[in-house]
C-alpha cells in the first residue's frame, strides 16, 4: 500500500511538469502553430529560474521571481519560434528542433557555473502540482467557455475565415506561442526550483518531448492532459524505479523517454487522435490564398 | 443617394489590368448583378469592398461619405458583408460557435448568441439549427450560416460572390426567396454570378465587367440573356443545344449491378447498372457525394469493385488506371489542379504525362526533350492553351488553360470512353464552350461520354440521356428529352424516389 501511494506521489511530482508543458505546447498548437521547442524552451526556463533564486538567495519572495523569470526566458524563446514561423512563414517542424537544439546548448553552457550548486531551500511540490491541475481546469474553460478561446480555435482550425471576419490571426498565434513557451519555463523551473532543486545540464532527459506527444495522446484536450500527464508521469517513475534494481544497462533506461515518445504517438494512432488536430496546424497562415 | 457608391477604382497586378475606373453606386433596397466571365475583374471587386485589397486609384462612398476600407474588419464595420464562394466556416465548430466568433459576449460566446441567431434567421425566413456542427450542412446550409453572420453584423450591403455555384435549383430558389426578403427589409444586395437566367430571375440592375472594365449597365428591363452575354463575352453567344444528331452504336460500357465503397468505408454505390454506347453521350446529374466520384473511379481504374461487373468492349475493365488508359478509357478528373495535373511540374511535362515511358517521347531508359517539346508544341496550339511558354509550371495557369491541358492529354490517343467530371466548373463561357466542342467532336468519332456534372444546363445541352445519382442509387438514365431542370432538381434531392 505504501508502495502504491509512493508510485503516485511520484508519478504527480513527474507529472506536474509533463501537465505544465503539456498545456503550453497545446495552447500553441490550439492556434495552429506547433512548437517542437519545449524540451529546449523548459531547460533555458530551468536555467533562468535556478539563476536568478541563486543570484538573489532564496528566500519566499524570490522563488515566485524566480519561477516568472523562468516564464519570461519560456515566452521570449518561444517569441524566436513565433517570429520565424508566423512572421517569416518558415516550417515549423525544422524551426521547433532547431529552437530545441539552441535551448538545450545555450542552457548547459550558460549553466556551467551552476553546475553542482546546491539550492538550500527546498519548496513543497504541491502548490505547483495543483496549481497545474488548476491551470488545466482553466485552460479547458477559456476554450470552450469563452469569447477568447473560441477566437483561438477558431484560428487554428481555419484562420482565413477568423481573417476575414477581422480577427487578428498573426496577433493571436504570437500571443499563443508566447504562452505556450512560458508555460515550458514554468515545467523548467519546476524540475530546477522545486523537483532537483539544483541545476545539471540535460536535466530535462525528454520530459518536453514527452509533453508534446501528449498533446497529441489528449486529442488536444487540457482535460485530458491531467490524466495522460499523470499515466506518463507513473511510467517516467517506473523507470527511474527499474534502473536502480535491474542488470539491464543504465543506457537502456535513458533511451525510454523517447521510447515513451514513440509509445505515445502509435497509441494515440491506434486511438485515432490524429483527426483530432486542429485543421490548420502546422500551416503558415498567408492571406489570399484562397 | 446611393448606400455605396465606387468611383473609378483602378486596382492593377503585376501585367494586368484587374480594374479598370470601375464605377457603380447600390440602392438601397435593391439587387445589383454584377456579371463577368473568369478573369473579368469581379473578384478583385469584391476583395476590395471587403477590404483584401487596397484599390490604386479612385474612392469608395458610403452614404456619400469616402471610406477607407484597409481591413476586411473595417469593411464589417462599415456594414459592408460579404457571402463568399466557397464558405469561410470552421468545420468542426458549430453554427453558433461560427456565428459568435468576434462578435460573442466574452463568456459563454456560443451559447448566449444561439437566441438571436434563431431570431434574424427567421426573420429572413432562413432556417439553422445554432447546435449543429458545420461539417454536417448541405452547401445551401452553410450559406444561409454565412448569411446570417452578415446579418448578425448589422450587414446593409450584402455581397454575394457567385452563390448558387453550389446549389441545387430548388436550393437557389431558396436562396432568391431569402434575397428578396432581404431587398424588402432595405438592404443592398450585390450578386455576383455567370449564370444569366439567374441574374434575369432576381436582379434589378446588371452590371458587366469584361476586362477590368464596366462595359454595360442595363436596367433588368432591357436586359435579355443574348445582351448579356454579348456584352460578357464580347461577340454573340449561342443558347441552343449544341448537340446535333448523334451516331449511336455498339454497346461499350457495360456496368452491372455495379456496387463499390467510399473511401469512409461506406458503401457509395448500390446496384448500379447502365449501358453506354459508342458515340453517345450518357449525363450523371447528382448532388456532390451521392455515388459520383466512386463511379468514375471505378470506371477509371481507382477504386475496387465491391459487387457486380464492369465491362468494357465485351472485357473485363482491368483494375488499375495505367491498364484502364490503354484500353481507351481518358479521364477529366473532378479536381483538375491536384488529381488532373502536377501544378509544380511544367506544361509540357504534364502534357507527356501518360505517355513520356514510350516512343516517340523516349528511347529505353532515356527521354527525347526534342521529341517531346515538339508534341508539347503541337498540342498547345491545337488546344489553344494560353501559356506564357511550355517549361511554365501548370499551377500558373488559369482554370481554363489547366482544363485545356488536360483534354489534350488525355484526348490524345482517340480514346474510346471519356470520363468527364465537372469538365467546365468555374470556367468561363469561352473555355466552356471549347470544351464541350472538344467532347462533341469526339462523340462524332465514335467515342462515348460520360458526363458528370452538377450543372444542368451543361448536362441538358450535351447528353443523349441523363441518369440521376442519388444516395449510391443510379434513378434512369432517361432520354434527355423525357426530363426537365425541375424533374432532376428533384430527383437530385430525392424528392421523387
Redesign the interface.
Known sequence: MEEVLNALARALSFGTPLLMACLGALLNERAGVVNLGVEGMMALGALAGFAVAFGSGVGDGSLWLAVLAAMLVGALAALVHAFVTITLQANQFVAGLSLTMLGLGAAGLLGKRFEGQPLFNQPPEWPFTLGAIALALLLGFILY????G??L??VG??P????????DVVGVRYAAVAAGGALAGLAGAYLSLVYRPSWTDGMTAGLGWIAVALVIFVGWSPLRAIFGAVFFGLLYYLQFRLQGQSAIPSEVFASLPYLLVILVLALSGLRGQQGNAP?ALGKPYR??E? | MPLLQLKHITKRFPGVLANDRVSLEVFPGEVLALLGENGAGKSTLVSIL?G?YRPDEGEILLEGQPVRIA???????AGIG?V?Q?P??????TVA??L???I???????QRIAPLIERVAQGFGLQIDPKAPVYTLSPGEKQRVEIVRALLRGARVLILDEPTSVLTPQEAEALFRVMRELRAAGKSLIFISHKLEEVLAIADRCVVLRRGQVVGHLPRAEASQARLAELMVGRSVSFARKRGAPRIGEVLLQVRDLSARSSRDLLALKGVSFELRSGEVLGIAGVAGNGQSELVEVLSGLRTIEQGTVQLAGAPLPSDPARVFARGVAHIPEDRIRMGTVPSMSVAENLALRSFDRPPLSRGFVLRPAAWLAQAQAQVQAYAVATPSLHTPTRLLSGGNIQKVILARELAGRPRLILAVHPTYGLDIGATEQVHRVLLEKTDQGAAVLLVSEDLEELLSLSDRIGVLYQGRLLGPYPVEAVSRERLGLLMTGGLA
Open positions: 467557455g469563452t469569447r477568447l473560441l477566437t480555435r477558431s482550425e481555419n482565413a475565415a477568423a481573417d476575414l471576419l477581422g480577427l485543421e492571406r489570399g484562397r | 471587403y483584401l481591413s476586411p474588419g473595417d469593411a464589417l464595420k460579404l463568399p466557397h469561410t466556416l470552421v468545420s468542426r465548430h460557435e461560427n459568435a466568433l468576434g460573442g459576449t466574452p463568456l459563454l460566446p456560443a
